[in-house]
């Protein structure tokens, strides 16, 4: 018996020694971890960052010294169990490699897509051909009439806000936690903007029973929940007898009903527009899908593909935009000159009637620059994952110039956070420094991606982001109070040091402010 043991230990011993100098080999022996679990697999990510685990956190917990102190920009990751990963904090190669992508033909692992397919296939998900016709009919969707109505019903939510919070007869106002109105505002501003849904700011069906539940909430149950923990949980297991488990199937099967409700809705609408009418052209995001619905071939989407994008656009568009937000007022709130800069720009772009329209909008280059900062410092989408399907060669310069080439099969992730704090790309890195961004290119904004797959709500995200900016800042003197004798420095590591995932984003905890009444 104990011979039987010894000899399958040992059998077991060898063969694990030689899949791993085969994993080790596929990687071309490149210098990296080794860790027992991959950081992306389910058990690796659940387990917190540790010297012997890498977890989720790895990147950011480690983003001063990763990737040797930054002196090599390509890693592998070969852990015991699960597949070997390329990691890069290089943007020359997140360039080379992303530049081309639509001849290259990379894809988005499907494990890290598939939680987002579940309303059906869309942009956020789809590869190869089945994504170019999804990004010709959903990018331009977003358009200047959207910027419009972004700026108008920013006004709007942040008025609701403020009167649903009690603040209008307030000189000082505590908020311990100012990324619960972010969300909210900012579920808001996709829901009226990108598919015409008047949510308003206090939810008037907040009773969320058994049977029924609230569009507000069941998107951020299925947000923030469902979707990072179906990566994790078999389908199967929303039917166990467990509370937590039938609030997210339920979440699931209500959000499923409301955007079937909407499409029908918006089919019915359209119908009686008739040929000569534009509305299809001029309608918000969700008009101009479903108006693609009639078409077929390379133009037209199904149904369940207007379902699938409509999801997740109001995820990929409220979680990401509403992390950065969050971040920049508390970075605003320990950066005080920088504020008062934000502030004097503001008033000074404010027309005399007091309403901030686009073109007022477009003259707040600092205060967008103090978004931009804080979504590189924070990156809300972390990590850009591909699979490449055929060998692709990179110019590398670290640790010596020359050529990495990653094999056909190979999985790359382009790491966010280590690409935006890597000395060798922004200098003092720690440094939350708006000013890096002035005058910056569109095509520059690395934050957002870039080539072909570029983000398509990034002008969204801005309009909204420095839409609310204005409003809240030109009301509100934003402050931060440290405890215990804390110095500046040691609070703000505290509070913006402390980040976790929000859903699929990444982005800060809780921050607490102090709002002081400018008049
Ligand atoms: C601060 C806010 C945002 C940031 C930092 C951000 C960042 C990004 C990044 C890095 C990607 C590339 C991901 C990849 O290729 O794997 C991306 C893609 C995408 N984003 Fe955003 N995003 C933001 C806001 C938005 C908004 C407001 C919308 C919609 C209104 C949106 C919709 C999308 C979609 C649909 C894609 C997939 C595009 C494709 O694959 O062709 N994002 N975003």
Redesign the pocket.
């Known amino acids: 018996m104990l011979i039987t043991a010894l000899t399958a230990a040992c059998f077991l011993a060898a063969y694990f020694s030689w899949s791993y100098s085969l994993k080790l080999k596929s990687v071309n022996y490149l210098p990296g971890m080794r860790p027992p679990l991959s950081a992306i697999s389910a058990f690796g990510a659940l387990i917190p960052t540790s010297w012997w685990n890498p977890g989720l956190h790895w990147s950011w917990e480690w983003r001063k010294t990763n990737y040797f102190n930054y002196k090599h920009d390509v890693i592998s990751m070969v852990p015991l169990i699960g597949r070997p990963i390329y990691y890069t904090c290089s943007l020359p190669v997140m360039k080379q490699l ?1 530049k081309e992508e639509g001849k290259l033909g990379h894809v ?1 692992p499907t494990e890290m897509t598939d939680a987002v397919l579940v309303w059906g296939q ?3 998900s ?1 590869n190869g051909d089945v ?1 170019k016709r ?2 010709r009919i ?2 331009p969707a ?1 358009t200047n009439e959207t910027y419009e109505l972004i700026s108008q019903q920013a006004a709007a939510l942040y008025e609701d806000m403020v009167r649903a919070a009690k603040w209008e007869n307030e000189q000082v106002v505590t908020v311990n936690n100012i990324n619960q109105y972010i969300r909210r505002f900012a579920l808001g501003i ?1 829901s009226r903007c ?1 598919f015409g849904l008047q949510m308003a700011w206090t939810d008037p069906n907040t009773k969320n029973t058994e049977e029924e539940m609230s569009f507000p909430t069941a998107m951020e149950w299925v947000a923030t929940t469902l979707v990072p923990w179906s990566l994790v949980l078999p389908r199967w297991s929303y039917r166990l007898p467990s509370k937590w488990l039938r609030n997210m199937e339920h979440a699931r099967s209500s959000l499923a009903e409301y955007m079937n409700t909407f499409v029908e809705t918006k089919v019915q609408e359209l119908s009686g527009v008739t040929d000569g009418d534009d509305h299809a052209q001029r309608g918000d ?1 969700f008009t101009r899908l479903v108006a693609g619905l009639d078409r077929s071939g390379k133009t037209g989407l199904e149904k369940q593909e207007v379902i699938g994008n409509t999801f ?2 109001m995820f ?3 979680e ?2 509403s ?2 937000l969050s971040a920049t007022l508390g970075y605003l709130a320990f950066h005080q000159d920088e504020q008062e800069k934000a502030y004097q720009e503001i008033l000074a772009a404010t027309p005399a009637n007091g309403e901030l329209g686009t073109e007022y909008l477009a003259k707040l280059t600092h205060t967008l620059a103090c ?1 931009h900062e804080s ?1 590189r410092m924070i ?3 972390h990590v ?3 699979d490449v399907i055929d060998d692709v060669a990179v110019n590398v310069t670290s640790p010596t110039p020359g050529t990495i080439v990653f094999p056909k099969g190979s999985r790359i992730i382009i790491d ?1 956070v280590a690409i935006h704090h890597n000395p060798e790309t922004f200098l003092d890195p720690e440094v939350w420094r708006p000013s890096r961004w002035y005058g910056v290119s569109e095509h520059d904004l690395t ?3 870039t080539g ?7 002008k ?2 801005q309009m ?2 420095v839409s609310f900016l204005a409003h809240l800042l030109r009301d509100w003197k934003i402050d931060i109070e440290p405890r215990n004798g804390e110095t500046r420095k040691q609070l703000e590591e505290r509070v913006m040091g402390n980040t976790k995932f929000i859903g699929l984003a990444f982005g800060v905890r809780p921050v607490g402010l102090k709002l002081i009444a400018r008049k």
């Open positions: 992303l988005k869309n942009l956020l789809a994504w999804h990004r959903v990018a977003i996709i990108g995001i997740a656009l990929a568009g409220h990401t935009t992390s950065v978004f979504a990156p809300a989408a850009i994952p591909r966010m934050m957002f991606s072909p797959r570029v983000c398509p709500g990034r969204f995200a909204e982001a």
